[in-house]
């Protein structure tokens, strides 16, 4: 059975950092583009940053600069660096291979003063 297991959210204040991690268990995780996606109050959920199988990036408009994905096929994880949050990034950060696994519990990010 699948399961995505992502942990690293907390409250951080503006202009701070957080590091997210994505683990699978049930799949290799590394053969698969992973996507982080984000769920903010009262609005869908949309995909800020994805990562193929072979190391290709890309990033919604409003997190480049700021927000790197990363993966480290040995322990089949994908990272999310997120730095100068602001109190737009908050949410709660999910990730999935373009949506087709069982989505996870999430990681609740707070960006607040």
């Known amino acids: 059975q699948v399961q995505l297991v992502e942990s690293g959210g907390g409250l951080v204040q503006p202009g701070g950092s957080l590091r997210l991690s994505c683990a699978a268990s049930?799949?290799?995780?590394?053969?698969?583009?992973v996507g982080w996606y984000r769920q903010a109050p009262e609005k869908q959920r949309e995909i800020v940053a994805r990562?193929?199988?072979?190391?290709?990036?890309s990033y919604v408009d409003s997190v480049k600069g700021r927000f790197t994905i990363s993966r480290d096929n040995a322990k089949t994880t994908v990272y999310l660096q997120m730095n100068s949050l602001s109190v737009e990034d908050t949410g709660v950060y999910y990730c999935?291979?373009?949506?087709?696994?069982?989505w996870g519990q999430g990681t609740q990010v707070t960006v607040s003063s």
């Open positions: 999935n291979s373009d949506q087709r696994l069982p």
């Open positions: 049930g799949i290799y995780l590394s053969n698969y583009a």
């Open positions: 990562i193929t199988s072979s190391g290709g990036t």
